[in-house]
């Protein structure tokens, strides 16, 4: 079946703009997590949704970053006033719901900031 | 505050040699721990979890780990490699409450030569 997808692989933006990123989890999958990926690091968690709500959003860095997912599917991660620091490639992942079952990983957005 | 340490940044080993990478973790509980593959320009992907239970976990490719509660490690090891198995390696733990997020380790690049 299809896998988590996510859109668009690559996003080059300017200092200062405004992106969207966005996520397809496995149908059926409630649980929602965005990570994030710098370069010869491991991912670090940024936000966790567990059907429409963001039940845990400690690891966004500032409020420059949010997050929804509106109809408990799909999910868009929102960067305001980009820097060059955002740059990094964010993972999105889905899972069944509660319980420890191994999460999805799609293949990641690259974003590079100028 | 949970952590995972990856304390190598590659492994070299022959092909059909026995091989471990190496994890150790910090948690303040009982750990759930996860190991993901990385391949170029693909997502992670899952490769075997320990939540309870026997303490040696089988997972895909052949691969298995090992959990050491009180060397709090989960190396991660195969009997013989295969040159096919050269990716990124990362290891990851979470806790038992709702969230489910992982926090990963550095990662370690496994190098299987011929």
């Known amino acids: 079946g299809a896998g988590v997808s996510q859109t668009p692989s690559n996003k080059v933006t300017e200092k200062g703009k405004y992106v969207e990123l966005r996520c397809d989890p496995i149908s059926g999958h409630t649980a929602l997590y965005w990570y994030r990926q710098s370069l010869g690091q491991g991912p670090e968690f940024l936000i966790y949704f567990q059907g429409t709500g963001a039940a845990d959003d400690s690891g966004l860095p500032n409020d420059r970053f949010f997050a929804v997912r509106p109809e408990g599917s799909v999910s868009t991660l929102k960067i305001q006033r980009t820097e060059r620091g955002d740059s990094a490639v964010y993972l999105c992942a889905s899972s069944l719901g509660q319980g420890f079952n191994e999460q999805f990983f799609g293949p990641g957005t690259r974003l590079t900031v100028l | 505050a949970q952590s995972v340490a990856q304390p190598e940044d590659q492994v070299n080993v022959a092909e059909g040699n026995p091989l471990t990478v190496k994890c150790t973790y910090s948690v303040s509980g009982n750990p759930y721990l996860f190991w993901y593959v990385q391949y170029p320009n693909r997502g992670l992907q899952f490769l075997l979890k320990y939540i309870t239970g026997d303490n040696l976990v089988k997972g895909s490719y052949g691969f298995e780990a090992e959990f050491n509660k009180s060397q709090t490690s989960f190396h991660l090891k195969k009997p013989s490699a295969l040159v096919s198995d050269s990716a990124l390696y990362f290891c990851?733990?979470?806790?038992?409450?709702?969230?489910?997020?992982?926090?990963f380790g550095g990662g370690t690049r496994l190098m299987v030569k011929p």
């Open positions: 990851a733990v979470t806790l038992n409450n709702a969230g489910n997020m992982l926090t």
